[in-house]
Every structure is written in structure tokens, then in C-alpha cells.
């Protein structure tokens, strides 16, 4: 069967791009790469009129073409095995059209891959998660996967909007162009699919119909954007309930350059986490494992009020354990907000945090706010240690500075002028016996208006620390 736009395409052209006035664009397949070539050509508005008129007509009359997406302003029609979107004014500042069709269809058979992953696709991955980045034939695997499922002689039914997955005609394909997430999840479960193929998740919608359609016991398949593999687990932890999530994700498929990259499967266990010494701190942790080498990549679990991803590898080479960080991460943002003083949070040693208070402020932390620290100490497992700011060894003097006194609305201000890397940078400044913190603007200065700190730096000069 002979179409329209087969004028525009051949074997290796990816898509075609129409704007009124402009030379038409091809985008070209390469090996994971394409090139544009620009014709000759400068589509007229009447062109252009004419060709949607054709692509209309060929919609009612082809059985295998239909109209996924009709707005005012914007059209998308499914002229087989065309992705065609139209865009008209005002919307855009012309009328534009943009045709993509699928360069290369695969197999299972062309990844080649082991059977032990064969089996883990067939027997035991209900959740799967293809991920990758934009471009990396994610949604080419997920057809491939399609067409093994249906030659197992599974029922299998697909989600998309738009609906451009080229199936097998066993396969029914729905779109949330004509229906709302809940009826497409009334209808799924109704009509009990094995397998349900979608493509793709982007909103809190998708995640919660993925959690839904799986605890109803529908093997599911999704595609989802993501720069590593864990990544695509992430995402499911602002969406729905930590514990729930190995019931609903139990395999990840990574793709990266059009072939699997990695593949890791989740388990929950009870345990103590790693990096947590005490057997009173067991949890519900979820194990992210390779599914080759069957090597723990990392755990999640929640900790104080958050959850957290924990990077297993690289153990011995971390000064630090990534729990520690965390913690300090924490108290460094919750004691800046309680006070107005700088305060230095840093991971030191063993299951130990170091809290660095200017001397002078130490009383106001420990008698008055103490109890709150102390607490957090017992919530985030670790022992907390206060030390005088003034001690750190880490210090810095920044001898690159002048000071300039200046009269700016008949007042006297002091101007601290830095090199340049120090624009827009927290500084830590000792006047006398205080120490504040101050922000360098774009210019690399820092103007110091109140009476007392003008008095004080005339009187007793000013030191400038910078912490690494």
C-alpha cells in the first residue's frame, strides 16, 4: 500500500520537517547518529494547505491511518507508518509539519542475548522498566519486546499517545487522547491483559496507574526517560510509597546506544544497612542488584524523615560514608535555618559529625537549642561533636583583598573588594571576636553598612576565612 509522504522518505531518512517559507529539512540515519539535509524546496501556505487535505482524505479512506490528536491549533494523524504533527497558527508563527517514521524495526533475535535473560523476560519480570536517554531506541526495544510477547502467544495490549508502536494486529493499542487514566485502568483491568506495553511515563498519573495495574497482577512494561538506570527508580519515589515499590519495579532495563547496557533487578529485604553498625538499626532496605553479577548497587531505605539512595560501591574509597554525608547535609541546612550566626557542619571519623560554632555563640546552641540537637542525634544515628568555629584547620586567609571606606548616603560604609573567582561566593568574616558570613556580589565586593561593623573593623581591622 502506497502513501503520501512515501514521496519524502527512503530507507535511511528518520524524518521531515515542513514549515511555510522555509527549505524542507530530512533528518538522515547514521549509526547512532544522523545528519540534516536541506532541499531545495520552500514549501508554499498553499502547498502545505493542500498536503493536510491529502493526509485528511487518506485518514478516511486507510483503514490502518486515524486522527490521534485534534486540537484548534494543533493535529496529530497516524498515517501508517507516519507520526504526522501539525501545527498551525496562531500556535506557531507558520504552519509547520513534522512527519517521523521508524528507520529500522528489530527482533528479539537482533540483541542477541543470552537465555537466562530470555527466561527473566518470559518467567519472572512482571514490572520492567526500559530506560535511557532521549534517542537511544528505547521504544524500538519495547516493539521488539512486544513481538516476543505475542509469539509466546500472549494477550498483549499497549498504551501510548500518540499510538506510533508498530504491532502485530493481536496487539489492541490505546491512547489517552480519547480516554482519561481511569477508564484506561477500568478497561485493562476488565479485560485482563498478560502483558500491557506502555510508552511512555511522564506524569504523576502514569506512575500511580503503573502502581495501580500492578498490584492488580498485570504484568506491565514501561518506557520512561532517564539519564543511568537508577535514575528511572528515583523517579518512583516522589510518586508513590517506598515499600511498595519492588512490587510494582522489579526489573530495570537500561539501553544505551540501541543495545541493553545493564539490566538490574530489586528485591526487598530486612536488614541493617550498610555503613550502620548496630543491630538495632535493621530496616526494610530495598537491594538494587545487577542481574549478571547479582552485585548489590545500591540500597534505599528511608532515614530520619527521608528516603535515601545509597551508592554501594566504591566502599573504601569514601572518606566518609554516604549516611554521614547525608546527616551532615541535614544539620548543615537545619541549624542554618534556626540560626542567624555561621555554623559549619562536617562528616569527621567513625559514625561522627563535627559541629563548628563560633566560640562566642557556643552557649546559645548547646543550652538553648541543645535538646532539638540531641534528637536529631538520636533520629539520625550518629554522635554529634561541637567545636569552636575559629579551630578549624582548614583555614584560609585570603590576603587578596582591599578594604575601601566610602560615604554612600551620608553614611560611612566599608567596602571588601576580591579577585574574581570570588564572585558570588560565601565568605566567612571575623570582626573583632564575631565571625558572620557574607555573600560577594558580581562584582567581587562585599559593603558593609551597619555603624558597629564599620566602628569595629576601624578599630580592630577585619581577618577574612574562606572554608573548602
Request: net charge neutral; glycine share 2%.
Given at each position: 500500500?502506497?502513501?503520501?509522504?512515501?514521496?519524502?522518505?527512503?530507507?535511511?531518512?528518520?524524518?521531515?520537517?515542513?514549515?511555510?517559507?522555509?527549505?524542507?529539512?530530512?533528518?538522515?540515519?547514521?549509526?547512532?547518529?544522523?545528519?540534516?539535509?536541506?532541499?531545495?524546496?520552500?514549501?508554499?501556505?498553499?502547498?502545505?494547505?493542500?498536503?493536510?487535505?491529502?493526509?485528511?482524505?487518506?485518514?478516511?479512506?486507510?483503514?490502518?491511518?486515524?486522527?490521534?490528536?485534534?486540537?484548534?491549533?494543533?493535529?496529530?494523524?497516524?498515517?501508517?507508518?507516519?507520526?504526522?504533527?501539525?501545527?498551525?497558527?496562531?500556535?506557531?508563527?507558520?504552519?509547520?509539519?513534522?512527519?517521523?517514521?521508524?528507520?529500522?524495526?528489530?527482533?528479539?533475535?537482533?540483541?542477541?542475548?543470552?537465555?537466562e535473560v530470555l527466561d527473566l523476560f518470559r518467567d519472572r519480570a512482571k514490572?520492567?522498566?526500559?530506560?535511557?536517554?532521549?534517542?537511544?531506541?528505547?521504544?524500538?526495544?519495547?516493539?521488539?519486546?512486544?513481538?516476543?510477547?505475542?509469539?509466546?502467544?500472549?494477550?498483549?495490549?499497549?498504551?501510548?499517545?500518540?499510538?506510533?508502536?508498530?504491532?502485530?494486529?493481536?496487539?489492541?493499542?490505546?491512547?489517552?487522547?480519547?480516554?482519561?487514566?481511569?477508564?484506561?485502568?477500568?478497561?485493562?483491568?476488565?479485560?485482563?491483559?498478560?502483558?500491557?506495553?506502555?510508552?511512555?511515563?511522564?506524569?504523576?498519573?502514569?506512575?500511580?496507574?503503573?502502581?495501580?495495574?500492578?498490584?492488580?497482577?498485570?504484568?506491565?512494561?514501561?518506557?520512561?526517560?532517564?539519564?543511568?538506570?537508577?535514575?528511572?527508580?528515583?523517579?518512583?519515589?516522589?510518586?508513590?510509597?517506598?515499600?511498595?515499590?519492588?512490587?510494582?519495579?522489579?526489573?530495570?532495563?537500561?539501553?544505551?546506544?540501541?543495545?541493553?547496557?545493564?539490566?538490574?533487578?530489586?528485591?526487598?529485604?530486612?536488614?541493617?544497612?550498610?555503613?550502620?553498625?548496630?543491630?538495632?538499626?535493621?530496616?526494610?532496605?530495598?537491594?538494587?542488584?545487577?542481574?549478571?553479577?547479582?552485585?548489590?548497587?545500591?540500597?534505599?531505605?528511608?532515614?530520619?524523615?527521608?528516603?535515601?539512595?545509597?551508592?554501594?560501591?566504591?566502599?573504601?574509597?569514601?572518606?566518609?560514608?554516604?549516611?554521614?554525608?547525608?546527616?551532615?547535609?541535614?544539620?548543615?541546612?537545619?541549624?542554618?535555618?534556626?540560626?542567624?550566626?555561621?555554623?559549619?557542619?562536617?562528616?569527621?571519623?567513625?559514625?561522627?559529625?563535627?559541629?563548628?560554632?563560633?566560640?562566642?555563640?557556643?552557649?546559645?546552641?548547646?543550652?538553648?537549642?541543645?535538646?532539638?540537637?540531641?534528637?536529631?542525634?538520636?533520629?539520625?544515628?550518629?554522635?554529634?561533636?561541637?567545636?569552636?568555629?575559629?579551630?578549624?584547620?582548614?583555614?584560609?586567609?585570603?590576603?587578596?583583598?582591599?578594604?575601601?571606606?566610602?560615604?554612600?548616603?551620608?553614611?560611612?560604609?566599608?567596602?571588601?573588594?576580591?579577585?574574581?573567582?570570588?564572585?558570588?561566593?560565601?565568605?566567612?568574616?571575623?570582626?573583632?571576636?564575631?565571625?558572620?558570613?557574607?555573600?560577594?556580589?558580581?562584582?567581587?565586593?562585599?559593603?558593609?553598612?551597619?555603624?558597629?561593623?564599620?566602628?569595629?573593623?576601624?578599630?580592630?581591622?577585619?581577618?577574612?576565612?574562606?572554608?573548602?
Amino acid at each position: 500500500m502506497s502513501y503520501i509522504l512515501d514521496q519524502f522518505f527512503d530507507e535511511s531518512t528518520m524524518s521531515v520537517h515542513f514549515k511555510e517559507g522555509v527549505h524542507i529539512m530530512r533528518k538522515k540515519w547514521k549509526p547512532w547518529n544522523w545528519e540534516t539535509e536541506i532541499l531545495e524546496e520552500k514549501p508554499t501556505k498553499t502547498y502545505l494547505l493542500n498536503l493536510i487535505n491529502n493526509l485528511y482524505k487518506e485518514v478516511e479512506e486507510k483503514s490502518d491511518s486515524f486522527l490521534e490528536i485534534d486540537k484548534n491549533f494543533s493535529k496529530v494523524l497516524q498515517i501508517w507508518p507516519y507520526r504526522t504533527v501539525i501545527v498551525l497558527p496562531p500556535l506557531s508563527d507558520w504552519i509547520e509539519i513534522t512527519v517521523v517514521k521508524p528507520v529500522k524495526k528489530l527482533t528479539i533475535e537482533d540483541y542477541d542475548l543470552p537465555k537466562e535473560v530470555l527466561d527473566l523476560f518470559r518467567d519472572r519480570a512482571k514490572g520492567i522498566l526500559i530506560s535511557g536517554s532521549p534517542g537511544e531506541w528505547k521504544t524500538t526495544f519495547a516493539q521488539a519486546l512486544v513481538e516476543f510477547y505475542v509469539k509466546q502467544k500472549k494477550i498483549v495490549k499497549t498504551i501510548e499517545s500518540p499510538r506510533d508502536l508498530l504491532v502485530p494486529d493481536e496487539v489492541t493499542q490505546y491512547s489517552f487522547s480519547y480516554a482519561p487514566h481511569s477508564e484506561i485502568r477500568d478497561i485493562l483491568l476488565l479485560s485482563r491483559p498478560d502483558f500491557t506495553i506502555y510508552d511512555e511515563v511522564r506524569n504523576q498519573e502514569d506512575f500511580i496507574l503503573f502502581k495501580d495495574l500492578r498490584l492488580a497482577g498485570i504484568w506491565l512494561v514501561w518506557v520512561i526517560h532517564a539519564t543511568n538506570p537508577i535514575d528511572s527508580v528515583q523517579r518512583f519515589l516522589w510518586t508513590i510509597e517506598m515499600w511498595v515499590i519492588p512490587q510494582v519495579v522489579d526489573t530495570v532495563i537500561f539501553i544505551k546506544w540501541g543495545n541493553i547496557h545493564q539490566i538490574l533487578r530489586l528485591k526487598q529485604v530486612v536488614k541493617v544497612p550498610e555503613w550502620m553498625q548496630s543491630e538495632d538499626l535493621a530496616r526494610p532496605v530495598i537491594q538494587v542488584y545487577d542481574f549478571y553479577t547479582e552485585e548489590v548497587l545500591y540500597e534505599i531505605y528511608t532515614y530520619g524523615e527521608q528516603v535515601v539512595v545509597v551508592p554501594i560501591s566504591q566502599i573504601e574509597k569514601r572518606k566518609s560514608s554516604p549516611i554521614q554525608e547525608y546527616a551532615a547535609r541535614y544539620l548543615q541546612e537545619y541549624l542554618s535555618d534556626l540560626y542567624d550566626f555561621p555554623i559549619i557542619v562536617k562528616p569527621e571519623g567513625d559514625n561522627s559529625i563535627k559541629i563548628y560554632i563560633p566560640s562566642n555563640k557556643r552557649g546559645q546552641v548547646i543550652w538553648k537549642g541543645w535538646e532539638n540537637i540531641s534528637e536529631l542525634e538520636r533520629s539520625l544515628w550518629v554522635s554529634i561533636n561541637v567545636k569552636n568555629l575559629e579551630d578549624i584547620e582548614d583555614w584560609k586567609g585570603l590576603v587578596d583583598f582591599k578594604i575601601e571606606k566610602k560615604k554612600k548616603w551620608k553614611k560611612d560604609v566599608i567596602i571588601l573588594d576580591f579577585w574574581s573567582e570570588l564572585a558570588n561566593k560565601d565568605i566567612l568574616v571575623k570582626i573583632w571576636q564575631d565571625i558572620y558570613k557574607f555573600t560577594t556580589d558580581k562584582k567581587w565586593k562585599i559593603q558593609l553598612k551597619k555603624k558597629k561593623l564599620v566602628q569595629d573593623i576601624e578599630k580592630f581591622g577585619v581577618k577574612v576565612l574562606n572554608y573548602m
